[in-house]
């Protein structure tokens, strides 16, 4: 018996160790020191927010792998940088800053802000950072329906110096938000800081038709991201009358062969449990009298 | 072998009697685990699933596991004493009663791992409000109550007899409260022709029962997995598969368990290395079986070569290989091995092949499970490591652990009232003498 026990001890170990060896191979690679990306961008926002994300990550086989709790540190002025603010990584492994709207910002002889994030390293993760700038752009958006015809009209200008320069030969691109994110549905061109896009007749909305369209500048090199939202009522109103299936599992009821064969079954179960419960009720009659 | 009934009855309630240091020690044993597994309980509850390593991709993890593979003990046990109690095997006496509590308790033991994995428990009570027909989640708590109220008459019917023999008795020394229990639930069984009657023919009707109900059930079971289109389950061999598999696993245990109380109970004299040989070829027949099964349902999944198909046992064969070859070739070449050539049929080694097969089962099932989960159609949208990949944790751990030391608990209590060799099977069969 004690051989046997400690047979199967050490089989169970081998197996244990043979069979979580992927694990167990994951937390060796733990030791080591690894090297995180670190993707930063800029965001100026409907209500003339401007965002600082930067989203550390792990690049492995299996994906691109958020990394969560990391502090990063992000900076400005190019010339002698100066610490806004540190955030720490949040789930999905972006640290966001929302640079305060009071904060008078240095530009550099180009009218550009600079901005710098750093992940300064840990035990874990090596040091990594990024830098970028941007030129400040003012964007707005506004819309109309003209016989059926559905136009964003959209004007973007950025101020140097004191003066109202239009933004000219650039790509807008529209957007409306679904699940997993925002769905490009036109394209338009600034000339002269004006520009005019028709947006489609076929984009679904809620089912009373609301749409939320957004006008951006997607990863601009001069401008980063800058978009504008406005609500409308442009959707295809959606529909969620689902088609009746009888064979779905959501119907009302089930199919009448499932519930007459489940019935079936059950009953000639049961039945004869029913049996075998007033059998051993005989038993106990027949015990009686015996006695 | 000469036994006359005194013997007998000594030699199969030791622990009826008296209690031994070892049955203490043991008990107090499985008693720890459980206590561990009841604080893991509490952490789960208090912080939510969070201390598993389940999370919104694999929400199946470990807690399915062990549903799946106790509840295939279970239909096993049902089986297997379904299928000797009908077909009168004049070996059968001695593990028949093994095979009948493997049953039972694994069914009491198999659905709380469900509760386990359920986010809102507070909920549950729906499942049985408001209950979907059209559901097989529906269809497996159906299944499952019918199965038990089914096994518990079964094992009932045939304590009867040794109740009656334990009440009667004067032979050995058994407490009074204990006589009154007998008194109850011997059900005023006296052996007369009538009764015995009676009794065969319902014992005769449930075992007929129990074999076709756990044929459903464990069919349900596996069809709550074929009927969804996830790749690796969308099978139409899940049904039979999974029977065949849980009957291997349940013949695995009937083994281990065999061993086991022999050793503690001292019951060499009972069960023979010609039981373990009779088991050992119902292990070898059914781990074919099996083998066969598994082979089919990979080629097939192979050679069609869908594209999630294609990933699946790609990452099966790269991730999970060495848990893929230890439940899919050698936890069945083993036994195959060990019990078809003769020179190697020796109790040990067929305890050692039954472990191999038990374990390569539950790693079978893990396969079966996790990596389909981690494989969705839709592509992840959440790359943190702890989505991609699944691992348990402690708690997890802890409560498989709990899972079994509650199966080693019940069993020693049973054996505290009943006897794990059936007494009136044993004086039935012939070679015991009267007294």
Not at chain 2, 97 to 102: D, G, S, V, Y
Request: glycine residues 6%; contains cysteine.
């Amino acid at each position: 018996m004690k051989k046997e026990l400690l047979y199967i001890f050490l089989l169970s170990l081998i197996v244990g160790q043979w069979s979580f060896q992927p694990l167990a191979a994951q937390v060796e690679e733990e030791d080591e020191i690894l090297s995180p990306y670190i993707e930063f961008k800029y965001l100026k926002n409907t209500e003339g927010q401007r965002i600082l994300d930067a989203k550390i990550f792990l690049a492995t086989d299996l994906g691109l792998v958020p990394l969560e709790g990391l502090p990063v540190k992000f900076y400005t002025n190019y010339e002698e940088p100066e610490l806004m603010g540190e955030v720490n990584t949040d789930s999905k492994g972006i640290a966001r800053y929302i640079i305060p709207e009071e904060s008078v910002l240095p530009m550099d002889e180009d009218n550009n802000w600079w901005f710098y994030a750093e992940f300064e390293g840990n035990d874990r993760y090596e040091m990594t950072m990024e830098e970028l700038t941007v030129m400040d752009v003012n964007l707005s958006m506004s819309v109309n329906e003209e016989e059926g015809a559905k136009n964003i009209i959209l004007e973007a200008y950025t101020m140097i110096e004191g003066e109202k320069i239009p933004v000219s030969d650039e790509d807008i691109y529209i957007f409306v938000p679904r699940m997993f994110s925002l769905l490009p549905v036109a394209e338009g061109y600034f000339i002269d800081g004006l520009a005019e896009v028709k947006f489609p007749e076929d984009v679904p909305g809620d089912e009373n038709g609301n749409l939320t369209v957004i006008a951006r500048f997607n990863d601009h090199w001069q401008f980063g991201n800058v978009e504008q939202r406005v609500e409308t009522e442009w959707g295809v109103p959606a529909s969620h009358d689902v088609a009746e299936s009888h064979r779905a599992l959501w119907t009302q009821i089930a199919p009448r062969w499932m519930i007459v064969t489940l019935t079936i079954m059950l009953i000639g179960v049961w039945g004869h449990y029913l049996f075998a419960i007033v059998s051993m009720i005989l038993i106990k009659r027949k015990g009686k009298k015996t006695e | 072998m000469d036994i006359n009934k005194k013997s007998l009855l000594q030699d199969l309630t030791p622990e009826i009697v008296s209690t031994s240091r070892r049955w203490y020690f043991l008990f107090a044993l499985f008693v720890v685990i459980w206590a561990i597994g009841i604080y893991a309980l509490i952490q789960q509850i208090d912080k939510g699933h969070i201390v598993t390593g389940m999370r919104d991709n694999v929400v199946w993890g470990v807690y399915i596991v062990n549903f799946i593979f106790f509840m295939g003990l279970s239909y096993a046990g049902a089986l297997i004493s379904g299928v000797l109690h009908l077909f009168k095997s004049k070996w059968r006496a001695p593990v028949i009663r093994f095979a009948e509590l493997i049953t039972v308790i694994s069914l009491c033991i198999g659905p709380f791992f469900i509760f386990f994995c359920i986010g809102r428990l507070d909920r549950l009570p729906f499942l049985f409000a408001f209950p979907r027909i059209q559901s097989p989640i529906t269809w497996d708590v159906i299944a499952i109550i019918t199965d038990l109220f089914g096994c518990f008459i079964f094992l009932y019917l045939s304590l009867i007899e040794d109740f009656a023999i334990l009440r009667d008795t004067t032979d050995i020394k058994v407490k009074p409260w204990k006589k009154k229990l007998y008194r109850i639930l011997a059900i005023g069984y006296q052996g007369s022709e009538k009764q015995y009657r009676i009794l065969s023919q319902a014992k005769n009707v449930m075992a007929a029962m129990i074999i076709a109900i756990a044929i459903i059930v464990y069919s349900v079971l596996a069809w709550i997995f074929g009927v969804t289109l996830q790749p690796g389950w969308h099978s139409t061999i899940f049904g039979p598969y999974f029977v065949i598999a849980a009957v291997f696993s349940g013949t695995g245990l009937l083994i281990i368990l065999m061993q086991i109380f022999r050793k503690i109970y001292k019951l060499e004299k009972y069960i023979t290395k010609k039981h373990f040989i009779n088991v050992g070829v119902l292990l070898l027949i059914i781990a074919a079986f099996y083998g066969y099964f598994t082979f089919s349902d990979y080629l097939t999944k192979w050679y069609g070569s869908v594209k999630m198909d294609k990933i699946l046992i790609d990452k099966l064969f790269e991730d999970y290989y060495l848990m893929f070859i230890f439940a899919n070739y050698i936890g069945i070449l083993i036994p195959l091995i060990i019990v078809g050539i003769p020179r190697f049929r020796t109790i040990r080694n067929i305890v050692i092949a039954a472990v191999i097969a038990l374990l390569g089962l539950w790693f079978n099932r893990y396969i079966i499970v996790v990596p389909t989960l981690e494989t969705p159609f839709l592509p992840i949208q959440d790359f943190r490591m702890d989505f991609i990949k699944y691992s348990p944790t402690w708690v997890e751990w802890s409560l498989t652990a709990a899972g079994i030391a509650i199966f080693g608990i019940f069993m020693m209590l049973v054996s505290k009232v009943a006897p794990l060799v059936s007494i009136s099977e044993m004086e039935a069969s012939e070679d015991v003498q009267g007294t």
